[in-house]
């Protein structure tokens, strides 16, 4: 690549980020560390209908918890701001103005309602209206009026938009990195508006006009700008500027696989669609996601390595992404797997970094639990033991809660299966052997139990289940040995006395 490698993340703060748009980010990102370029956020809100409070905000920091920050910005000045289009409102009026000199852009002075009247007129003849060259001529602009007509309408400060003039009758090739060539007629183009009325830009004059000042090398988007890409070419062709390359990503679909991702499916399946809560709509971080496990998940929807290869650290997906990876069809979303991830992520992540937040947890749960219980030596051999089958860091909690809390009940199904009529007297002899070990770990416990077991030449089954229920009140649960050892000699024997008492 010869151009230094300058690509942009272009939302419009108009609400919360969905998923898709920060898998948009996320090729972006993955896109400029690549080739060592410039990741640049702006924030295209010149909509003011559409703009909404903290939408800014939140995409900023959804950004930063999932570990791709950019490099310029709202509040990262990279020598080509503002990075806020409404900050650079006054430069675009120019640049309208400057394709009506090359006659490339008109001026239109029909009213809104002249507008509906036509759209009226044609959906009655069963036709769609558009307004370019072949009926321009018999509309209100300044290609239809004389000089003076519009000088005067000018003076008159008669509302206006300008538009864009379309050629006529002409197909345009474009080529994308990820769909290959595409053709369009330009009969069924609009002739778009590129200035308001409102003395604002539309999109598609501020997203050319700064793309090229922003010296943006890749258009990164997803799929539903790809009917934008014709005028925008056109543009700037217009403007005699060398335009970006271009690659639109697909779309994000439902877990059926059929239409768009949309948050009504979130809500019905109960699996977030936004990175962070928004409003009333959960998020992945809330949810317990790690960054990870969802820049991971996202990385997949729509690109792979071409391996069967699925774990990606960020840098992996820094070196191993590729435009030309990027699939043409959608991709099925598909929240089951996103668990999977995750999981996976828990599993690798070092102990002693899931400490803090498992602590404060069962501190809350059980604030009167005994002290040696919660020593972070303690904690962590806990979190060693039940992590395996934790799927998020919150499971932790779940999963060791008999540790913490003697059981006040045995599961009924278990009791009948494996509570028999020895069993009384088999844990009675346990407690005696327990009773007697010095140093109450692990290893001596399991040694001392096997080694009974031998002499009695009993079953494990006749043993170990039933020590598992007066234990953990289950057959679930970790290496019962290890179980003895967290909870102590003191609390073991209790719960031994307290099952042969209740179920004698
Ligand atoms: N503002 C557009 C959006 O909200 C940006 C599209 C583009 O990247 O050109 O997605």
Redesign the pocket.
């Known amino acids: 690549m010869n151009k230094r490698v300058r690509v ?1 993340f ?3 703060p108009t609400g919360g980020l969905h998923i898709g ?1 920060l898998r ?1 980010a996320l090729f972006n990102y993955l896109f400029a560390k690549k080739h060592g370029g410039d990741f640049i956020l702006r924030i ?1 809100d010149t909509d003011q209908t559409r703009f909404v409070e903290g939408a800014e905000a939140y995409i900023e920091e959804a950004l930063e918890w999932s570990g791709i920050p950019y490099d310029e910005g709202p509040n990262k000045d990279g020598g080509y701001g503002p990075y806020r289009q409404s900050e650079r409102k006054d430069l675009y009026k120019d640049y309208a103005l400057e394709l009506i000199e090359k006659g490339h852009a008109y001026y239109a002075f029909d009213t809104p309602e002249a507008l509906q009247q036509h759209r009226l007129d044609h959906e009655a003849k069963g036709k769609t209206f558009i307004y370019n060259g072949h009926n321009r001529l018999k509309l209100d602009n300044s290609l239809s009026l004389s000089a003076q007509e519009v000088a005067n309408k000018l003076a008159d400060a008669k509302p206006y938009v300008i538009r864009f003039k379309t050629p006529e009758d002409s197909e345009i090739h474009v080529k994308d990195i990820v769909r290959g060539s595409v053709s369009f007629k330009t009969e069924v183009l609009d002739d778009k508006v590129l200035f308001k009325s409102d003395g604002m830009p539309t ?1 598609h004059l501020a ?1 050319i006009v700064d793309d090229h000042l922003m010296k943006i090398s890749h ?1 990164i ?2 799929e539903e ?1 790809l009917p ?1 890409l014709p005028l925008h070419l056109q543009l700037y062709e217009a403007f005699g500027w060398e335009g970006p390359e271009f690659a639109h990503l697909p779309l994000i679909m439902k877990p059926t696989g059929k239409g768009k991702l949309s948050k009504r499916d979130g809500e019905k399946g109960g699996f977030p669609v936004f990175p962070l809560a928004w409003k009333e709509s959960m998020g992945y971080r809330e949810a317990g996601y790690m960054p990870g496990a969802v820049i991971n998940f996202l990385a997949l929807l729509g690109w792979n390595p071409g391996t069967e290869e699925e774990l990606f650290e960020l840098e992996d997906l820094v070196a191993l992404f590729e435009l030309e990876r990027v699939q043409k069809s959608g991709a099925r979303f598909d929240p089951e797997k996103t668990k999977w991830f995750n999981q996976q992520y828990l599993q690798k992540a070092d102990n002693s970094s899931l400490l803090e937040g498992f602590k404060s947890q069962i501190l809350l749960s059980y604030p009167d639990v005994e002290a040696a219980l919660v020593s972070d030596i303690s904690l962590l051999k806990i979190i060693d033991m039940v992590k395996e089958r934790a799927v998020f860091a919150a499971d932790l909690v779940s999963l060791s809660s008999f540790l913490f809390q003697a059981p006040d009940s045995y599961e009924e199904k278990a009791v009948k299966k494996q509570w028999k009529e020895q069993s009384p007297n088999i844990l009675k002899d346990v407690l005696k052997l327990i009773s007697n070990e010095k140093v109450f770990k692990g290893p001596s416990l399991e040694a001392a139990v096997k080694g009974y077991i031998s002499d009695q030449e009993l079953s494990f089954g006749a043993v170990m289940p039933p020590l598992r229920l007066a234990l953990v009140g289950a057959l679930s649960g970790p290496n019962i040995f290890d179980i003895m050892e967290v909870i102590g000699a003191p609390e073991s024997q209790k719960r031994l006395k307290k099952i042969i008492e209740t179920l004698a």
């Open positions: 942009r272009a939302p419009s748009g948009t295209e999109y997203n258009v988007r997803g700008w934008s």
